[in-house]
């Protein structure tokens, strides 16, 4: 084999090892977080062996951590990798560094849903269990559907979904803003604590189903990456003469993402700098070859979801920081700080 | 083979502004054609047209006698590889993922060791094996047009368009590129050919077998260098004064021996 092919492998291979690192990162967070928590009668080593079936546990040793622990530790694995991956498949499709899940108003129709189901009591389903999470996600499905009826038509361009996507954006947050004028205390509070976005609202069931769904749709993605990889390095043209059809693909990857996106935050409330940062932090580790870059988004995703959540419900033990909050407040600086190392997001 | 393209009666028009009219082209097996033209005269919409990046208003464009809208653009892209005038990159890469590019319209998702080998040597073949992994937005104009050349070239096509593939490169550059393609277009095994838009007439006169000069939409005159660049023919065309001098001292080695010296513009005639 050509030395150059060797040296190509050799990089392909490398990186490999370091999304594998990644990967065992995430997993030892993982057992670390379900260790960690504000109960007295549950330390680390305990929940340990309770986990590896060495010690019995009691009843409320057992709820805490299958109950509580696991599910938000796998919405947090879960959501992060869906949330980091959309972010991935849009910046690449758009062809736009800027853009994150929350660009299309995918999460502002969930926050609009969420509103009509806070402060009007309208709800599709009856149950008031779900009425906030079965119309977060109808009303992001809605914009899904206006996303799909834009990339049926033919000449609609990266710049003209991301232009459509900002003005649903404004139209759904005038909406909810008039409905918090007339709201009561208690309508805002609970709207307010919808938008800062929790990864404990989700039941094991739910998370187990969402999980499901993700994963289902993460060979789709991974699919695409060639496609991603000639739309993203030279834009329509270029694709055309590699063999992609820019619109089609466009159109595809962009109703991926945004049911990816839908599912997460219609169960968690906004979480959005993780589909900006994650994706940009796997370029500096594995460029922006698609092929690499989606799964490592995906951990990365995985990986600075669980972190933030784990540090904010333990720094300040018992009281909890929303995961959304904590993800920009560590998530902000830290992305900074490797943007003007590194001197750029292409680099 | 017959022929590697055949274009009929080609029309294109934004809106009211007729960019082509009737055109009608055939290129053989080892052809390597020069569009000429001023700016706006069509050139790249005709690549466009034939990449089917533009959708042509009528007429027909076929490519190894098949007609080009009836191909999917994966056997379209196997058949036909595109070098822009530019590449406006949003997320860089490297090198050599930029020239296996070239290879998708071959690779179902997993890389073969021969697509790996075909960009490696392609690389080495224009002198970018040094640059193979450094990232394509870190190079200048001139190296990142030699890669997408590459990247055409590693496509491994029939037909190549190329829009103003030297603008951008310095004179050695030009000439190493040009006689790149030239052997490329010369290999009798392969029977590849290549459509070229460029605006150097010395450089069209030197390596290309055939000329169309475009104007006002239409083929103006078609031909081989020495019929088509006439002193009347540019002067008709791009408003200037020019001397032809038909002298193989200039070109050693050349395939045609016709050099153009433009003395200067026409203001009125």
């Known amino acids: 084999m050509d030395s150059i092919s060797e040296k190509h492998i050799e990089n392909s291979k490398f990186q490999i090892i370091l999304i594998l690192l990644l990967v065992s990162l995430t997993f030892l967070l993982a057992i670390f977080a379900m260790g960690s928590g504000s109960s007295s009668n549950l330390d680390m080593l305990t929940t340990l062996k309770i986990i590896l079936g060495l010690e019995n546990s009691n009843d409320l040793q057992s709820a805490i951590i299958w109950e509580l622990r696991f599910p938000r530790i796998l919405m947090a694995i879960v959501g992060g990798a869906a949330l980091a991956t959309a972010g991935a498949l849009m910046q690449g499709c758009l062809g736009n560094p800027l853009v994150s899940p929350l660009t299309l108003g995918v999460a502002s129709g969930a926050a609009l849903g969420a509103a009509f189901a806070i402060v009007l009591g309208f709800s599709i389903v009856s149950n008031s269990e779900i009425a906030i999470v079965a119309n977060a996600f109808l009303f992001s499905l809605i914009v899904v559907g206006i996303i799909i009826q834009l990339g049926n038509m033919r000449s609609i361009s990266a710049e003209s979904y991301i232009l459509v996507g900002i003005a649903i954006t404004f139209i759904a947050g005038a909406i909810v803003s008039t409905m918090q004028y007339f709201a009561t205390d208690a309508q805002l509070s609970q709207l307010a604590h919808w938008s800062f976005g929790s990864l404990s609202r989700p039941t094991l069931i739910q998370t187990l189903w969402i999980s499901v769904a993700l994963i289902g749709l993460m060979p789709s993605a991974m699919k695409w990456s060639w496609d991603l990889n000639a739309l993203s390095l030279g834009g329509d043209d270029f694709a055309i003469s590699t063999g992609v059809d820019p619109s089609t693909t466009r159109k595809r990857i962009l109703i991926l993402s945004a049911f990816l996106t839908s599912v997460v935050i219609a169960f968690t409330g906004l979480i959005g700098f993780v589909g900006l940062a994650a994706p940009h932090m796997s370029r500096l580790i594995v460029g922006n070859d698609y092929r690499k870059l989606i799964p490592c988004s995906a951990v990365f995703g995985s990986l600075l979801t669980l972190f933030a959540d784990t540090l904010g419900r333990t720094l300040f033990a018992p009281i909890i920081i929303p995961v959304g909050i904590m993800l920009s407040i560590i998530g902000g600086p830290f992305f900074m700080y490797l943007l003007l190392k590194n001197r750029g997001v292409n680099s | ?269």
């Open chain 2, 1 to 269: 083979m017959s022929k590697i393209l055949e274009i009929k009666d080609l029309n294109f028009s934004w809106g009211n502004n007729h960019v082509l009219r009737d055109i009608n082209v055939n290129i053989s097996p080892n052809e390597l054609v020069a569009v000429l033209g001023v700016n706006g005269a069509g050139k790249s919409t005709l690549l466009k047209c034939i990449n089917r990046i533009l959708k042509s208003d009528s007429g027909s464009i076929n490519l190894l006698e098949e007609d080009v809208n009836g191909l999917s653009l994966i056997d379209l892209s196997k058949k036909v590889s595109y070098v822009p005038q530019s590449v406006r990159t949003s997320f860089s890469m490297d090198v050599f993922d930029v020239v296996l590019l070239g290879r998708r319209p071959h690779i179902s998702w997993r890389i073969s060791e021969e697509d790996r080998d075909k960009v490696s040597s392609t690389l080495r073949s224009l002198g970018l094996e040094d640059f193979s992994f450094r990232k394509f937005d870190q190079l200048s104009g001139g190296e990142r047009q030699r890669v997408i050349i590459a990247k055409a070239i590693a496509q491994d096509s029939s037909l190549l368009l190329m829009d103003e593939p030297t603008s951008d490169l310095d004179l050695k550059n030009q000439l190493e590129i040009m006689k790149s393609l030239r052997k490329i277009i010369s290999n009798k095994d392969a029977e590849k050919s290549a459509l070229i838009a460029i605006h150097d007439i010395n450089i069209a006169a030197r390596f290309a077998d055939r000329i169309l000069l475009l104007h006002n939409g239409k083929i103006f005159a078609s031909g081989t260098p020495r019929e088509v660049l006439t002193k009347d023919n540019i002067a008709e065309v791009f408003s200037v004064d020019a001397e032809i001098i038909d002298n193989a001292v200039f070109w050693p080695g050349g395939s045609d021996s016709l050099r153009v010296i433009v003395k200067d513009e026409i203001t009125s005639k």
